[in-house]
């Protein structure tokens, strides 16, 4: 629940849309899990699928932006 900061990861997709790759550009996460966060949502990325298009293959930069779930129990952050 302390994790902050953000995560821009790449992620190519050919015409098909199969995602070719999907990497980390940068991090400035911060917190207990703050790599495993990355490579959890580089992995489930990787199983994305676009509706094929006219396009060729493409690089777009998706920004996950994390921030601490403030309340004034911290017992309420856990059942949410």
């Not at 790599?35 to 994305?48: A, K, M, Q, Y």
Request: proline share 6%; glycine share 8%.
């Amino acid at each position: 629940p302390s994790l902050t900061g953000t995560v821009d990861v790449t992620v190519t997709v050919l015409a098909t849309g199969v995602v070719r790759d999907a990497s980390v550009a940068t991090t400035d996460m911060q917190g207990l899990g703050a790599r495993e966060v990355g490579n959890c949502l580089t992995t489930v990325i990787r199983n994305w699928r676009f509706d094929r298009g006219p396009y060729i293959v493409e690089t777009i930069v998706f920004p996950f932006r994390f921030s601490p779930i403030i309340t004034a129990d911290p017992r309420q952050a856990l059942s949410s």
